[in-house]
């Protein structure tokens, strides 16, 4: 996690001098100040910078794993990678929610009334999965 967290951040640096330069040379150019490609690499930088943070902040509490390690091999990383969710149909909720108010901004903005609590159960259902049922941790 440490080197993607430096791959990242150095992604972030690259990026805003890239938004400077590009900014600048717009600037200059006969057409003016071109705002909505110079906003489009500074929200990038955030991303990466944002990304970068995070894996760089949490290389501190786990332990390295192989790809920190220059001489380690792919089978070193085999094994068991954390826990996921064998089956859930709170994914499919949160699509046709998703799906029903990207409609609504096509169509009218009236679908939200019925894409909104559909997300809602979707998000709360997805949420608290585990914490309900035959799959309640005890």
Known sequence: MKEQGKIFLGFAVFILAMAI???IWTSKSDIGFEAAGTTALVLAFGL????????????RRVDSGAGDN???????DAGELGFFAPHSWQPLALAIGGALAFCGVI?????????LP??????????FEFYRGEDQNQ
């Open 21 to 23: 330069t590009y900014g």
């Open 48 to 59: 990466c910078a944002m990304i970068g943070y995070y894996l760089a902040f949490t290389a």
């Open 70 to 76: 220059p001489e380690a091999e792919v089978a070193d």
């Open 107 to 115: 169509f009218g903005w009236w679908l939200l009334w019925w894409s």
């Open 118 to 127: 559909i997300i809602l159960i979707g998000l709360y259902g997805w949420v």
